[in-house]
């Protein structure tokens, strides 16, 4: 429920200050390379959580090196 309350005052006008300033400290052509490590991140996070040690999208290493 606290997690809920932290959150539930962003609207419209806090996000695009928050995309703002990211803008404004990064640069455009550097956040979709943030927002895509943000997303690798996390999703190795939540395998390791599930206790998965597949990063590879499936495959096996010998597959990815073709031997």
Do not use: C
């Amino acid at each position: 429920m606290a997690r809920l309350a932290l959150f539930g005052t962003l609207g419209g006008p806090e996000l695009l200050i928050i995309f703002g300033i990211l803008i404004l400290l990064f640069g455009a052509r550097k956040i979709p390379d943030l927002a895509r490590g943000l997303g690798e991140g996390i999703r190795g996070f939540r395998s390791s959580l599930r206790g998965g040690d597949d990063d590879n999208g499936g495959q096996s290493d010998k597959g990815a090196n073709g031997s």
